[in-house]
């Protein structure tokens, strides 16, 4: 398998300043970093730095 320059895209999930998760996308681009901020995560943390699914439905918008 070839591999180039370019890198896969990762997503992650992130706390915003106030705590509320959120997905963020990275990838490069012309060998620069980029960072965009996809939407909110539906999640809780686990207590151990990490995750978890949130119950119940998501809210509209």
């Known amino acids: 398998m070839a591999r180039t320059s ?3 895209p ?3 999930v992130r ?3 106030d705590g509320t998760p959120y997905y963020e996308a990275k990838w ?3 060998g620069r970093q980029v960072k965009r ?3 909110r995560a539906w999640l ?3 207590g151990q730095g990490g995750w978890r699914k949130r119950r119940g439905r998501t809210p509209e918008g």
């Open 37 to 39: 901020r996809l939407g």
């Open 44 to 46: 809780d943390p686990d």
């Open 6 to 8: 370019e890198t896969a």
């Open 28 to 30: 490069r681009h012309d």
């Open 15 to 17: 706390a915003g300043k």
């Open 10 to 12: 990762v997503v992650t």
